[in-house]
């Protein structure tokens, strides 16, 4: 859990960190070229501080592995279901909290830019421990998107304000559009500490208005972690809702790379492994490894 004696800090530092919603983060249909998705489960679970944590759960029915999904910035879990739909098609069960800056959240009123980043963090540990206790034996992998990559990078060891709170049995992290260099919070060492297997994926035109003016702040928990194991995917004209409108292309070479990333990375495939090694960019999309 975050450290008592920093959670004024962090709230004070985040105060006023509300980047706009995704177009895609409200409830809108999904698009023509997503797989069917099954309706999620959803699951109550008691939080520390006295709140209801809804979780959501879309379990695969040849389950490898588990991922735990932080949605973006006022977004919802179901507004991914398309990324979702291939994940547990592929055997990869995905469960996402809804946190309490989703506009869809019942208490959505209530929450205030100083408490958002510390109920996210209690969410994804409450969550993590739910799933260990329930999915015992499945590798645990941190996915997200926009704040909630952080929230992914922070499980895998990222250390902001809030101090440290890895959680050594996370295996891998995919980090869909990053929130980018937020002043105070993300800083040049936030990322030097990551060590597990990181694929950031982004656009050359991913910006968040009033907070990322440079696409290339994105690039951060690529560069600045250490090398091994790191790979960066960049889509020429991809916006912060990338993974929400993708064209089918994109789409497809971004939700193969994820599965085979997961599957290289947490599971051990051999044959995943050698795909990314080989995987080429097509026109249009920049492929880095370190």
Do not use: C
Request: net charge negative; hydrophobic share 45%.
């Amino acid at each position: 859990m975050i450290r008592r004696d920093t959670a004024a800090f962090v709230s004070a530092l985040v105060l006023g960190f509300a980047p706009t919603v995704p177009a895609f983060g409200q409830d809108a249909p999904a698009p023509a070229a997503a797989p069917a998705s099954p309706a999620a489960t959803h699951v109550s679970l008691p939080s520390p501080d006295g709140r209801t944590i809804d979780l959501s759960v879309w379990q695969a029915e040849n389950e490898q592995a588990v991922i735990v999904f932080g949605h973006g910035w006022g977004a919802q879990p179901a507004a991914y279901r398309r990324i979702i739909a291939y994940w547990i098609a592929h055997g990869f069960t995905v469960v996402s909290p809804m946190h309490t800056d989703s506009m869809q959240h019942p208490a959505h009123a209530e929450a205030t830019p100083q408490s958002i980043f510390t109920t996210r963090i209690i969410d994804l540990a409450v969550v993590r421990g739910y799933v260990k206790a329930t999915h015992p034996g499945k590798p645990l992998i941190g996915a997200g998107h926009s704040f909630g990559s952080l929230n992914a990078l922070m499980e895998a060891g990222a250390v902001t304000i809030a101090g440290p709170q890895g959680d050594p049995d996370i295996k891998v992290v995919v980090a869909l559009s990053t929130p980018g260099l937020v002043p105070q919070l993300v800083n040049p060492q936030t990322f030097t500490t990551v060590t597990t297997p990181v694929l950031v994926v982004t656009g050359d035109a991913d910006l968040v208005q009033g907070f990322v003016t440079d696409p290339r702040d994105h690039r951060a928990a690529f560069d600045t972690s250490p090398a091994g194991d790191k790979m960066l995917m960049t889509f020429a004209g991809g916006d912060h809702s990338l993974i929400g409108n993708a064209d089918a292309a994109d789409f497809d070479l971004i939700a193969a790379t994820t599965v085979d990333f997961m599957r290289a990375h947490a599971l051990g495939d051999a044959a995943a492994r050698a795909r990314l090694q080989s995987l080429t960019a097509p026109e249009g999309v920049t492929i880095e490894r370190r």
